[in-house]
């Protein structure tokens, strides 16, 4: 891809100065500081219920098969044979497999809406397609507070769950933030500064929320525990919804709802429309985001499950104090790696090193005996 070519696509993304005059009622800073609230504030809510539900379902499917406290240290044993290790064996598994089921009902109806969700947001405007996203995230963490609350079916779980990936979930809530720091932008540097600062500090937050969340679980148990990522969804939905002003520019006259015609743009993007090059580029990019997003995802999922039981036997407190050590410390670090890596790299080759040494933890996280060992795995991901 030349340079024009480049300097072509980013101009068709970024404000032009017209186009930046003539939207003088839109308040830039206070768009993009209520985004970077939202961001910050939805992406350790989600981490938080995620580890909380987790740790939840372990308990739970215990004490509904009539075991006690499997999620104690003090029942771990290194005996095989012991009927406690078999229990939590077993009770670890139906976890395993209830989470990736609960995983799958919000993650593939979020993968179809995701692929719709930027077009649509061109004509429905960024602040719908905004509020969408954080109202079901607060329904579907209301949901689990009552299932815990209540001692309800762990079923209905799939209810919350899916009404959030209907919306698109996190993923919806990402592509609409970043059209809005395009929105906002008239420079290039200016929108790279905001991308990167997003996901950046908010590792920082989520890093804080999961240690009070895991030692709420401690303290006070599961139910209290589960109205810190509810609550703070409520207010990550009030914030935007009396504050946030529309930032696209100009909406069409006519809005299309018909998903055929938002999948043919889509399908356009990616087929029809620029060099071949181009299109291969884009192509190749989106598959090693859509699986380097898997893999986190499960890795989020599995790791509390991993750590709870022989030969770890880690409690609620460790957990999460490992995860905030590994999101928050590990972003900071990869952010400065990356910063000396680009003096004399360029992005496609620190893309490369970076999928390789996910490939590594991963797998080097497979073979681990010892806990020290997870925090040299991380190391690596990051």
Same mark, same amino acid.
């Given at each position: 891809m030349d340079a024009q070519e480049v300097n072509a696509n980013e101009s068709e993304i970024l404000l032009s100065a017209d186009q930046s005059q003539?939207?003088?009622?839109?308040?830039?800073?206070?768009?993009?500081?209520?985004?970077?609230?939202?961001? =910050?504030?939805?992406?350790?809510? $989600? #981490?938080?219920?995620?580890?909380?539900l987790a740790q939840y379902l372990v308990q739970r499917i215990g004490d509904d098969a009539g075991?006690?406290?499997?999620?104690?240290?003090?029942?771990?044993?290194?005996?095989?044979?012991?009927?406690? #290790?078999?229990?939590?064996?077993?009770? +670890?598994k139906q976890a395993t497999d209830l989470l990736t089921y609960l995983n799958f009902a919000q993650s593939f109806p979020a993968i179809c809406v995701c692929f719709l969700v930027g077009s649509y947001s061109?004509?429905?405007?960024?602040?719908?397609?905004? =509020?969408?996203?954080?109202?079901?995230?607060?329904?579907?963490? $209301?949901?689990?507070?009552?299932?815990?609350?209540s001692h309800l079916d762990l079923n209905l779980l799939f209810l919350g769950l899916g009404l959030d990936g209907l919306s698109g979930t996190w993923a919806a809530r990402y592509v609409v933030e970043y059209a809005i720091t395009a929105d906002t932008s008239v420079s290039k540097e200016s929108r790279t500064l905001w991308i990167f600062l997003l996901p950046c500090s908010g590792s920082i937050v989520t890093a804080g929320v999961t240690i009070g969340t895991s030692y709420l679980?401690?303290?006070?148990g599961f139910l209290y525990a589960s109205l810190v990522p #509810?609550?703070?969804?409520?207010? #990550?939905?009030?914030?935007?919804?009396?504050?946030? +002003?529309?930032?696209?520019?100009?909406?069409?006259?006519?809005?299309?709802?018909?998903?055929?015609?938002?999948f043919r743009r889509l399908f356009g993007l990616y087929v029809t429309q620029g060099s071949r090059r181009r299109r291969a580029t884009l192509i190749i990019c989106v598959s090693i985001f859509v699986f380097f997003t898997m893999g986190e995802m499960n890795h989020l999922l599995?790791?509390?499950?991993? +750590?709870?039981?022989?030969?770890?036997c880690w409690d609620a407190s460790r957990i999460g104090l490992y995860n905030s050590i590994c999101t928050g410390g590990g972003n900071v670090l990869g952010a400065l790696w990356l910063a000396l890596v680009k003096i004399c790299l360029p992005s496609e080759v620190v893309g490369m090193v970076g999928v390789l040494f996910q490939t590594f933890a991963f797998t080097f996280e497979g073979l681990i005996k010892s806990s020290w060992e997870f925090y040299i795995g991380e190391d690596n991901m990051k």
């Open positions: 003539k939207r003088r009622e839109i308040s830039t800073r206070r768009a993009r500081l209520i985004i970077f609230f939202v961001h =910050l504030v939805s992406s350790s809510s $989600g #981490t938080a219920n995620w580890i909380l075991y006690v406290n499997l999620t104690s240290v003090e029942h771990c044993t290194s005996n095989a044979s012991d009927p406690n #290790t078999k229990h939590a064996n077993a009770v +670890q061109d004509y429905l405007g960024r602040r719908f397609i905004l =509020l969408l996203p954080l109202l079901t995230a607060f329904i579907n963490y $209301g949901i689990t507070s009552l299932v815990i609350g679980i401690e303290c006070v #509810t609550g703070l969804a409520f207010v #990550t939905l009030i914030v935007p919804a009396m504050f946030f +002003q529309e930032t696209l520019a100009k909406k069409p006259e006519v809005c299309v709802w018909n998903p055929i015609f938002h599995i790791d509390p499950l991993y +750590q709870l039981h022989e030969p770890f």
